[in-house]
């Protein structure tokens, strides 16, 4: 059985949507972070980077969610939520795996914890805009990438890329111009918003509109 260390709507959400889809046996282990628990010695033993998610697989201790989340399509090729090695679609998959992971989530980030990232809170305002307009140039790339019609982020198959573009998505609902309001974007996310095993995650979760 997995073990997956969770807070409800942080990165561990398109892992948790994926075992959820393929109905695989896991357990939830809540991580607070109202208490600051993915600080706790118990934790950092898990993961010494002190973020969540971490998935425990037996012997095998894992975190970062786009690790988990191809471990977890390789592990489970009958899902068929990643092309395999050497199969047609396979660079596409990893372009926008790998550009979601180091481009656009870190971009959240700056967004959503901009303190982090200056040494005078005078900056934040500044740091904060530019990366709203970096944002918007981001989310207009999944909007062009979407706009061929196709129902699935990579065509006419599923991959843990919906998952994951769904979770990044959710980040930015508070934007101004959330992802929601993209003529493409939008309709593509109730899509993923319609499967059960997202609704599933949703509940499990506890969270609340808007969902992105």
């Not at 390789?74 to 199969?87: D, G, I, M, V």
């Not at 989530?105 to 901009?114: D, F, R």
């Amino acid at each position: 059985m997995y073990v997956l260390y969770y807070y409800p709507g942080n990165a561990s959400m398109a892992p948790h949507m994926m075992l959820r889809f393929g109905k695989l046996a896991h357990r939830l282990e809540l991580v607070d972070r109202d208490s600051n628990a993915q600080k706790s010695p118990d934790y950092l033993k898990l993961n010494p980077n002190g973020r969540i998610p971490t998935l425990v697989d037996g012997d095998t201790v894992l975190y970062e969610a786009a690790a988990i989340c191809l471990y977890l399509a390789e592990k489970h090729p009958e899902l068929a939520l990643a092309p395999t090695p050497n199969s047609p679609g396979r660079a596409e998959f990893l372009k926008w795996l790998i550009w979601a992971t180091n481009t656009l989530q870190p971009e959240i980030l700056v967004y959503h914890y901009t303190d982090k990232h200056v040494s005078d809170p005078a900056e934040i305002p500044g740091v904060k805009a530019r990366s709203v307009e970096r944002l918007a140039e981001m989310y207009g790339q999944l909007e062009t990438k979407l706009s061929d019609g196709r129902p699935w982020f990579l065509g006419e198959r599923m991959t843990l890329l919906d998952f994951y573009m769904l979770m990044l998505c959710r980040w930015g609902r508070g934007l101004a111009q959330p992802p929601r309001s993209y003529p493409h974007l939008g309709p593509y996310l109730k899509r993923v918003l319609q499967l059960p095993a997202v609704n599933e995650a949703i509940e499990a979760e506890g969270l609340k509109a808007p969902l992105v």
